[in-house]
């Protein structure tokens, strides 16, 4: 069955410092799919980013980059020069699309990241 | 149109009562998914629906909870006789294509509580 491991439970930087947020997952599948989503105070998840497991290349979009390395099997998240905007709680989660159409989530437990000003 | 929305916000319930939680995907989304995330918690998922068909209710948590989505868009998730374990966020979410893994739009989510 997979699972998603998320092992840092808060973290908090001062703002304009660099952070990374770790996840680790475990899949029997060959083919499955990586995401980030941001859950602000107000509740609603938001999508980052979707990664499918044959594309290992990282990825930048503005202050946010993923770094996929499969051979450890770890979807990174790093926020450079952290504002206090970005304070949040950020979920890895897994899809293994193994049912067609099912496409359902399996989640980490989350990281709290405060940004202090 | 507007994303995913959900009712009601806050639902407060004694313990064996029933609730209904509505929730109105995106217009023309095929796929409907709902999660339940207890305080501190990942979501965790509950049950699909490919338009109007149940496809999977395997995270269910017990045959007191029952899901339907009648005419393939607004969805509705129902909880008989509630029990305070029930107290968790309840995240609705639909996404466009089926049968591709695509993003999946979440709503605001209900916050039930049982006393």
């Known amino acids: 069955a997979q699972k998603v491991t998320q092992a840092q439970t808060e973290i908090s930087v001062v703002e304009k410092e660099d952070v990374t947020l770790d996840c680790v997952y475990e899949?029997?599948?060959?083919?499955?799919?990586l995401f980030w989503y941001k859950q602000p105070p107000s509740g609603e998840l938001v999508f980052l980013i979707r990664r499918n497991s044959f594309d290992e290349q990282n990825e930048i979009s503005g202050r946010y980059s993923w770094n996929f390395q499969k051979s450890t099997s770890s979807f990174n998240f790093t926020i450079t020069a952290s504002q206090v905007v970005d304070s949040a709680v950020y979920f890895c989660?897994?899809?293994?699309?193994?049912?067609?159409?099912?496409?359902?989530?399996?989640f980490g437990t989350g990281t709290r990241l405060t940004i202090i000003p | 149109g507007a994303g995913v929305s959900q009712s009601p916000r806050y639902k407060v319930a004694k313990r064996g009562q029933d609730v209904a939680l509505r929730c109105d995907p995106i217009?023309?989304?095929?796929?409907l998914f709902w999660y339940q995330q207890a305080l501190g918690q990942g979501p965790e998922f509950l049950t699909y629906f490919q338009n109007e068909a149940q496809l999977d209710k395997s995270g269910l948590p017990s045959d007191r909870f029952f899901a339907e989505r009648p005419e393939g868009s607004v969805s509705t998730l129902k909880i008989q006789r509630t029990q305070q374990e029930d107290s968790a966020v309840y995240l609705c979410?639909?996404?466009?294509?089926?049968?591709?893994?695509?993003?999946?739009?979440f709503g605001p989510g209900t916050r039930l509580t049982v006393l």
């Open positions: 979410a639909s996404s466009l294509i089926s049968g591709r893994v695509g993003e999946q739009f």
């Open positions: 217009s023309g989304h095929v796929s």
């Open positions: 899949t029997r599948d060959t083919t499955y799919y």
């Open positions: 989660a897994l899809s293994e699309a193994l049912d067609f159409g099912n496409e359902k989530l399996t």
